[in-house]
């Protein structure tokens, strides 16, 4: 499962209604990482003392982020390529991408996590980072990447987002998102059932086929995958190149 919703799920299994007053999806994910859930994710991406279910969460996020540097350090094609991380975090991808040379465009819908993010950036110019949902992203860019956000946006939110997101992406999209399969439903249940102050966010599993045919249909081809799996955070990642 993805590391920004692993404990933050919600028990409640009512869908969204956007006619109703209930809040949205996206402003509940705004407000808790604004709140209670940025110290926590915070300290998760940090390097200082944390839990063993953070520490585990904490490992399993950075093997997903080390997946793609290394893809870059690979094809040797990280200096002056533009790049844009949607939904950004802290930075833990966006710092080390810069310093190997790209010039990271860094967004992400808590004000709080980009202000972390600027903190721990040594270059004020690059990355650059912004205030932003992932709807709201504009521009075009060689590499646009989005990392544990999809865990956000239930199955019909998510392939508009994955469109948008494609949009923007002049040759490449990565993706990671939790995949959705019969025993990780199942510990998604047993998740839900587990009381505890940090289940603020919904979290949505995904079909890795699902994620293909939409990737298919946007005219993308899957070059690599990757797959990351801890106790606690389970990610599928894969990079579509433009045909």
């Known amino acids: 499962m993805s590391n920004r919703s692993n404990q933050a799920i919600d028990s409640s299994n009512k869908n969204s209604n956007t006619n109703s007053k209930a809040p949205k999806d996206k402003e509940i994910v705004r407000d808790y990482f604004n709140s209670t859930g940025f110290d926590r994710w915070r300290r998760i991406y940090g390097e200082g003392d944390v839990n063993r279910v953070q520490r585990d969460i904490r490992m399993g996020h950075q093997q997903t982020v080390d997946y793609v540097l290394d893809w870059f350090k690979n094809d040797k094609n990280a200096v ?47 990355p650059i980072f912004e205030v932003k949902d992932l709807a709201s992203l504009s521009g075009e860019y060689d590499t646009v990447i989005c990392l544990d ?72 081809t899957i070059k690599r995958k990757e797959f990351t799996a801890t106790s606690f955070y389970f990610s599928r990642l894969l990079e579509a190149v433009r045909n």
Do not use: W
């Not at 966006?94 to 950036?121: F, N, Q, T």
């Not at 040759?171 to 998740?191: D, E, T």
């Open 80 to 126: 002056g390529q533009t790049v844009c991380d949607a939904g950004c975090g802290t930075g833990s991808l966006s710092i080390p991408l810069s310093a190997m040379g790209a010039k990271v465009y860094a967004s992400d819908i808590s004000e709080k996590m980009v202000g972390e993010g600027k903190a721990r950036a040594s270059n004020p110019e690059n």
């Open 149 to 220: 956000v999809l865990i956000h946006y239930p199955d019909r939110e998510s392939e508009e987002m994955i469109a948008h997101l494609a949009s923007l992406a002049k040759s490449r999209l990565i993706l990671s998102f939790a995949p959705k399969n019969p025993y990780y439903v199942l510990m998604k249940k047993v998740g839900d059932m587990v009381p505890g102050p940090s289940k603020a966010t919904r979290a949505y599993l995904h079909k890795e086929s699902d994620v293909r045919r939409v990737l298919q249909k946007l005219g993308f």
